[in-house]
């Protein structure tokens, strides 16, 4: 019992949506127009990528970048930097919730032991943040987007086009946010851990390749039943432990969702009550929806009820922000947080990890919606 209510807890999201997807099949019976509701392509993609990830994870390639980066650093400042800049970037191609697993820990390392424990935890914050909203820019930094721009039939330019000025004000937003938060006190270079290994290079560029085909899927290139089944072979043959990196829970979730809001577009009370609100004020609608339930199962929820593909690209990445459950890579971050021992966090009142990640989430995503609504009006 204490294991599935353990399950329940860790996997939230997953459990929810089960849930939701069984409940929904009692309001529309399940028939063969079910099969039309999943989308494979998007799965196939995902899987593909989150692969190739998990592959170059294991071969170190982002422990030797992390470490090279930082073999020079002086200060806690210059640390909490090149964190947050290596999060915003990394996460653009392997996701959120990928950069924050393999960051996260590393960032710890480093900082724990410093005096200011409150420049570790702002530090942390401000990683997360970065990871939200670098992984803003592409369709493959989230799986939100990922859906999105394949359930608008979206070209890259134009998504590209779309996110970028969010995405440089975003930057912006990290850089401020590491000057105004973070300490610049002097660190030993023996707290510095400097990587030895190297990175075999055959898998590498294996590895590059296959991540490559990837992006050829989702810009319309090449075939996703092509892709899948290459990226599979592979990776068995280079590293079968990546298997085990997939986020596998994710696509299950996927799963439930697409059966979720399938049934829900087949509810005609429901679908009408949902599109008089998601039609009219997407992007506001998007951010309020993923405060409670997150951006992925939002976007997946909401784009049943509105043709208005970009502002739902826009609304859930922001929606990205605010609460720890906003976006669930957030939750990474947190979790890793909350098993550190209490020396390593600020004793002071009101220097709780939440407190100040919901202020620093708000003031951002209030400064990035303003920035909505003025692009908006000069684009008109």
Not at 348 to 370: D, E, H, P, Q, R
Request: include cysteine; glycine fraction near 6%; hydrophobic fraction near 55%.
């Amino acid at each position: 019992m204490n294991k599935i209510v353990n399950f329940c807890k860790s996997n939230a999201v997953l459990v929810l949506s089960g849930i939701l997807a069984l409940v929904s099949c009692f309001f529309v019976h399940p028939d063969m127009q079910y099969v039309s509701y999943i989308n494979t392509r998007v799965l196939s993609i995902l899987f593909c990528l989150m692969l190739v990830v998990s592959c170059l994870v294991d071969i170190g390639t982002f422990d030797v970048l992390t470490s090279k980066l930082l073999a020079k650093v002086k200060s806690t400042r210059a640390i909490c930097l090149i964190l947050t800049g290596l999060s915003f970037v990394l996460s653009m191609f392997m996701t959120n919730d990928v950069t924050l697993v393999t960051l996260v820990p590393f960032a710890i390392m480093l900082l724990k032991n410093l005096p200011d424990k409150r420049t570790m935890m702002n530090c942390l914050i401000l990683v997360t943040c970065a990871a939200n909203l670098g992984s803003m820019l592409t369709p493959v930094g989230n799986p939100q987007n990922l859906y999105l721009y394949d359930n608008y039939h979206m070209t890259l330019p134009g998504f590209l086009g779309l996110t970028f000025p969010y995405s440089l004000i975003s930057l912006v937003l990290v850089i401020a946010g590491v000057l105004l938060m973070c300490k610049k006190a002097s660190i030993p270079s023996s707290e510095i851990s400097k990587s030895e290994s190297k990175i075999p290079a055959a898998k590498l560029v294996l590895c590059i390749v296959l991540f490559a085909l990837s992006l050829l899927t989702v810009a319309g290139i090449l075939h996703y039943l092509i892709v899948l089944p290459i990226t599979i072979v592979v990776i068995l043959i280079l590293d079968r432990k990546a298997f085990k990196g997939v986020d596998y829970n994710l696509l299950v979730t996927f799963v439930f969702f697409f059966i979720l809001t399938g049934n829900l577009g087949r509810i005609d009370a429901i679908s009408n009550a949902i599109r008089a609100v998601a039609d009219p004020y997407p992007v506001i609608t998007a951010i309020l929806t993923s405060q409670i339930i997150s951006n992925v199962p939002a976007a997946m929820l909401l784009s049943v009820f509105t043709e208005k593909g970009a502002s739902l690209v826009i609304g859930t990445n922001l929606g990205g922000l605010g609460t720890l459950i906003a976006s669930m890579a957030s939750l990474i971050t947190y979790r890793f947080y909350a098993k550190l021992d209490s020396k390593y966090k600020p004793a002071a009142k009101g220097s709780g990890y939440v407190l100040w990640f919901t202020i620093v989430n708000v003031v951002m995503l209030l400064i990035l919606f303003s920035a909505n609504l003025l692009l908006t009006k000069i684009t008109g």
